[in-house]
């Protein structure tokens, strides 16, 4: 196993620059999940660890070795893909030695190997089949077992649940951090899906337009967003935002013209100035004397109740553990748990 070091990591197509000076470090036997919006750089950076993109600047360490140029087979990675990538003419077995074989390693290492990496994911039974009779989610644990019989230094995974269906994708992601936590291999994982990092990763690196804006563990991220962006992304449903005045006193308000919430803290260096404040769905409660809300949509999911509004136009979300009684239409006041509004610079963005 190894860490691995990424300093100022520049990926260009022609003219056209995709990654702007990326640098992070990923310790020994760390979960990292890179993750953002479609475009923002993440798997071509997965691709440049693995060695399946040239690095245009910068430098990629794997544990001691700089690998800028080094092949991806000697780089010591395993990595599974969105697509399953099995050799349909080959049993399970065959696929999860398949790399092994090509070495030349003796059969009975790689039948050891095999099995073991069967008895991890539960493949023990289907080790005869061909890939055309598994399930989804028994093809990519095929795909995991053929990256684990490797004992490779760090595992990649670009996105390995988009092509499940929404339960399986449940399942499957708690059996990959199982799997990390019985290997303790260095893992780096891209995914577009931010509910996925929450629960999976140590730690989050969220990308944008192919430069790093927020590097942390997934609560403090939630608690702590660096910028606008972070907030908006890191959540689900969504942060709220309303642009207002941030006012003094011996009680901090926050003026939006049209009605006013108070703050338990407020910078000092913000008092008078125009601030975004954003509020997650679930700090907002029902006041009667809160933001006036119209009720759009109403959403029961069982355990929570979603609620889609306006406020003097802005669209927001509040979610519910009680069950209320409202209708689209329906007029209601917005509070805010104390402590819980996060307020951001209008012009940078940046948290203050």
């Known amino acids: 196993m190894a860490g691995v070091s990424i300093n100022q990591a520049r990926k260009d197509f022609g003219s056209v620059s995709v990654l702007h000076g990326v640098s992070v470090e990923i310790k020994d036997s760390e979960f990292v999940v890179l993750v953002g919006p479609s475009g923002c750089g993440k798997s071509t950076l997965l691709r440049m660890i693995a060695g399946l993109e040239d690095i245009s600047g910068g430098e990629i360490s794997i544990g001691e070795r700089v690998v800028n140029g ?14 399953y990538a099995l050799y349909p003419h080959l049993t399970v077995a065959e696929n999860m030695g398949f790399s092994l074989k090509l070495k030349r390693a003796p059969k009975d290492e790689i039948a050891s190997r095999v099995n073991r990496a069967a008895d991890i994911l539960g493949l023990r039974d289907l080790l005869g089949r061909y890939p055309r009779q598994l399930s989804g ?7 995991m077992g ?12 670009d996105e390995p649940l988009s092509n499940l269906d929404a339960k399986l994708r449940v399942q499957m992601r708690t059996e990959i951090k199982e799997l990390h936590q019985r ?23 969220v990308m944008q337009n192919g430069a790093i804006e927020q590097v942390g563990a997934p609560l403090e991220l939630y608690d702590a967003p660096a910028n606008i962006f972070v907030a908006g992304f890191i959540g689900s449903p969504a942060m709220n935002f309303i642009e207002g005045e941030l006012r003094g006193g011996e009680v901090p308000i926050l003026d939006f ?18 601030v975004i404040a954003g509020i997650r769905p679930e700090n907002l409660v029902l006041e009667e004397n809160g933001l ?5 949509v109403v959403e029961p999911t069982g355990s929570e ?19 209320h009684d409202l209708r689209p239409g329906d007029r209601i006041g917005l509070g805010a748990v104390p402590g819980s509004i996060h307020l951001f610079d209008v012009e940078t963005g940046l948290r203050l």
């Not at 049209?258 to 125009?274: D, M, N, V």
């Not at 109740?305 to 069950?323: M, Q």
């Open 305 to 323: 109740l979603h609620i889609f509004a306006a406020i003097n136009g802005a669209p927001v979300t509040a979610v519910f553990r009680e069950r």
């Open 146 to 157: 053929r990256a684990i019989v490797r004992d490779p230094k760090v595992f990649l995974f």
């Open 183 to 205: 290997l303790k291999t260095t893992t780096i994982y891209v995914t577009h899906d931010q509910i996925e990092a929450m629960t999976m990763a140590d730690r989050i690196v």
């Open 257 to 274: 013209g049209f009605a006013q919430l108070p703050l338990s803290s407020a910078p000092a260096t913000a008092i008078g100035k125009r």
């Open 292 to 296: 006036p809300a119209t009720v759009s």
């Open 70 to 83: 080094m092949l991806p087979k000697d780089r010591d990675i395993a990595m599974v893909f969105q697509s």
């Open 137 to 143: 989610g028994q093809r990519q644990r095929v795909a």
